[in-house]
């Protein structure tokens, strides 16, 4: 990486951080709304989903990233998911 | 004594030097882990008759003011790797101890936090709500001082790591700095999750 590339990329960290400070501001803010149980649970995971992507993929540079990276992350996924949905699945089967 | 090989240049299989990689799958592991603990937080949420709002019985402001601790914990974190590769070792010591005393901060806000809990005599056994509130934040915050462990050992040694081999110690600070994102990440799912909702 050039000097130049890594000039550029602080201009990218600094504007990342300021979104994540801006986005945490409205986190807050949304959360003295008082929204209905589920609009506040889909908002809130949906602004953290965005503050954890802008951090994954600058901070943790998983915007380039090699494939070998990629692939552990998908699998870690998958397992991830199968972590969270089985048991609910299983425990509340008969409320689906 | 043999030398670890590939702490500078790629591995030929994987593309990316062992240290990477290494700290990858560990921190695959570490999804998995705090992916239990979610799962039951979810589990124990929907399965429960009533649940309170944590904004209720939380404290806010602190949370807030540790999140963005935190977060400017993240940019000082990725600032000293990229001080390393522009060469600049003595704004790599700054960005890098500002982490460590950010990191800090995080934990005596969450101290004065726990107290006050105590004070009025919410204990993890108190009741479910306050079970996973202390297990989630805890395990985080263990992590967290985990973190200001090694990165002090890694501030200790910088000087004469970066005189012996300047490449091998940024690929360090670099994994040291995946870890410590990752953590402000788990934060950032914890905040909402716990605090507002």
């Given at each position: 990486m050039t000097q130049d590339e890594i000039k550029k990329h602080v201009r990218i960290y600094i504007a990342v951080f300021a979104a994540l400070a801006a986005l945490t501001v409205v986190t807050v803010a949304i959360s003295y709304?008082?929204?209905p149980l589920p609009y506040a649970i889909a908002v809130a995971l949906l602004v953290a989903t965005i503050k954890g992507s802008l951090v994954a993929s600058y901070f943790m540079h998983l915007i380039s990233e090699r494939a070998v990276i990629y692939g552990v992350l998908a699998f870690t996924l998958i397992f991830f998911a199968a972590l969270l949905f089985i048991p609910m699945y299983?425990?509340?089967?008969?409320?689906? | 004594m043999m030398e670890i090989?590939?702490?500078?240049?790629p591995h030929p299989v994987t593309g990316v030097y062992n240290g990477k990689f290494?700290?990858?799958?560990?921190?695959a592991s570490e999804v998995m882990l705090f992916g239990a603990l979610f799962s039951a937080y979810v589990l124990l949420r929907v399965g429960a008759d009533t649940w309170p709002r944590g904004s209720a019985l939380l404290n806010v402001p602190l949370a807030t003011l540790n999140t963005m601790l935190l977060i400017t914990s993240s940019v000082t974190m990725v600032m000293s790797w990229a001080s390393l590769k522009v060469n600049n070792f003595g704004k790599y010591r700054f960005y890098f101890a500002s982490t460590i005393f950010l990191g800090l901060a995080f934990l005596v806000v969450k101290s004065f936090e726990y107290g006050a809990k105590f004070e009025h005599n919410h204990f993890p056994s108190t009741d479910t709500f306050y079970a996973i509130y202390f297990t989630l934040t805890g395990l985080h915050g263990l992590h967290v001082l985990g973190g200001i462990l090694v990165n002090?050992?890694?501030l200790s040694t910088a000087k004469s790591m970066w005189n012996r081999d300047p490449e091998h110690m940024t690929n360090r600070i670099e994994c040291a700095g995946l870890y410590w994102?990752?953590?402000d990440l788990v934060w950032i799912?914890?905040?909402p999750v716990l605090y507002l909702l």
């Open positions: 709304l008082h929204l299983t425990t509340f089967e008969g409320s689906f | 090989p590939y702490t500078v240049k290494g700290i990858w799958l560990f921190l002090t050992y890694l994102h990752f953590v799912f914890l905040f």
